[in-house]
């Protein structure tokens, strides 16, 4: 219990100090005429239902897979491993992806059935490091840490679109919901 409790402390502080990033003008993706109004990002109460320990399922093969990016631009990731998962009594797979094969960091975009309604209409990212592994070589794949693309809060910014194989068919109603703008 009591290290379930101390990841929901870090996850709250981790949100925390992402706030404070975006309200600083040297660092924040929301548009400068935002920024004296932006209170903070919204997001989904943590939930440990969404939050898996899993074994990544690397690809013995690993492709080269082009994804159009918001500006249509192709960038190329490899296609690193999956993980296998479920939500209620459904399995799921979603890809994780690498920019080059010595990138320790995974990443996996997701859309799931809230895009469009409660969070960004083009889905949401999960970037997994190091920390995010544990001391048996299992992965967290921690929904509560999806964010958001940055071009969701400003068009100065191309971001990959989500490949139809990470597209789930369930809502995944944890992590960042949709940015909302306020301009005063």
Known sequence: MTEVYKWEEWLAQERKDK??????????????EERSSFRGLSYYPIDP????????????????IEIEDTRGNIRQFLRWGEFQFNVGNEKFTLQAYKSAPEEERLFVPFRDAT???ETHGMGRYLDLKSRDRTANGRWFLDFNKAYN?????SEDYACPFVAPENWLEVPIKAGEKDYVRTIL
Do not use: T, V
């Not at 239902?49 to 080269?64: A, C, T, V």
């Not at 693309?149 to 809060?153: D, G, N, R």
């Open 149 to 153: 693309p940055w071009c969701a809060y």
């Open 115 to 117: 895009n469009g309604k």
């Open 19 to 32: 706030d404070e990033s975006f309200a600083a003008p040297w660092q924040s993706p929301i548009p400068l």
């Open 49 to 64: 239902n969404f939050r898996f320990e899993l074994e990544l399922h690397e690809h013995s093969d690993k492709k080269m």
